[in-house]
């Protein structure tokens, strides 16, 4: 029995990671240059991501699909060429 979510879940699932992981790096970056490192920088910075997250997450799942439509208009797609084992 596998411990993978079913394949529909794949967009969802990678959403959701893109987000967390951008939110995050992209919250601490713009953190530490607006504050730089203060006492009070983590708490900030966990302040600055939850925000983030939630803007980037509903972000990524509706701009993922078009992104990747037109980016197929110039490249052409890694998933419809054979998997080589």
């Known amino acids: 029995m596998s411990r993978k979510l079913p394949a529909r879940l794949f967009q969802p699932a990678f959403g959701i990671v893109m987000a967390i992981t951008m939110s995050f790096l992209m919250s601490g970056v713009i953190t530490t240059l607006n504050v730089g490192l203060p006492p009070d920088f983590l708490a900030r910075w966990m302040r600055a991501w939850g925000l983030a997250f939630m803007v980037a997450l509903p972000v990524i799942l509706t701009v993922a699909p078009l992104a990747r439509r ?5 490249v052409e797609s890694p998933f419809s060429e054979p998997v080589q084992g």
């Open 70 to 74: 037109l980016t197929l208009q110039f």
